[in-house]
């Protein structure tokens, strides 16, 4: 993970996506009629609002401590969700192919060579005026 050092501007934007977020966490919770979650809600959210707006330097230890848990959380979900694509999809495709004897690199003849020969087009003006 390359050193974290954001500017200005970035711990600006930093803290308005927390306070909108903790604004709407906090929404949820008084949606649901939990006042006293959604008072430190709106009290979290208000503190990142004033503090990305007029002193953004504060959020930065807030920031890199947030970027660093979201690393770790990429690098976990990537290889979830490849375990769950090659488990649920190539593994039971490759399964169905053996089973129904597909072959579709045509690898089981005895053959010099599995060049396949391509078939022979005759090329006019036509076919390179509208190629694709």
Same mark, same amino acid.
């Given at each position: 993970? =390359? %050193? #974290?050092?954001?500017?200005?501007?970035? #711990?600006?934007?930093?803290?308005? +996506?927390?306070?909108?977020?903790? $604004?709407?966490?906090? @929404?949820?919770?008084?949606?649901?009629?939990?006042? +006293?979650?959604?008072? !430190? &809600?709106?009290?979290?959210?208000?503190?990142?609002?004033?503090?990305?707006?007029? $002193?953004?330097? *504060? *959020?930065?230890?807030? !920031?890199?401590?947030?970027?660093?848990?979201?690393?770790?959380? @990429?690098?976990?979900?990537?290889?979830?969700?490849?375990?769950?694509?090659?488990?649920?999809?190539?593994?039971?495709? &490759?399964? #169905?192919? %053996?089973? $129904?004897?597909?072959?579709? $690199?045509?690898?089981?003849?005895?053959?010099? +060579? !599995?060049?396949? =020969?391509?078939?022979?087009?005759?090329?006019?003006?036509?076919?390179? =005026?509208?190629?694709?």
């Amino acid at each position: 993970m =390359e %050193r #974290l050092d954001p500017g200005k501007k970035t #711990l600006k934007k930093f803290g308005v +996506t927390m306070g909108i977020a903790f $604004l709407v966490i906090s @929404g949820l919770f008084l949606f649901r009629q939990k006042h +006293t979650v959604a008072v !430190y &809600g709106l009290a979290v959210s208000c503190a990142f609002f004033i503090t990305g707006s007029l $002193l953004p330097a *504060l *959020l930065k230890p807030v !920031y890199i401590i947030w970027m660093r848990f979201a690393f770790i959380l @990429g690098w976990i979900n990537t290889r979830i969700i490849l375990i769950v694509i090659f488990y649920l999809v190539f593994t039971p495709v &490759g399964l #169905l192919m %053996r089973l $129904l004897r597909i072959d579709p $690199l045509k690898r089981r003849g005895k053959c010099a +060579t !599995y060049w396949e =020969e391509k078939e022979k087009i005759d090329f006019n003006i036509s076919n390179y =005026e509208r190629r694709f």
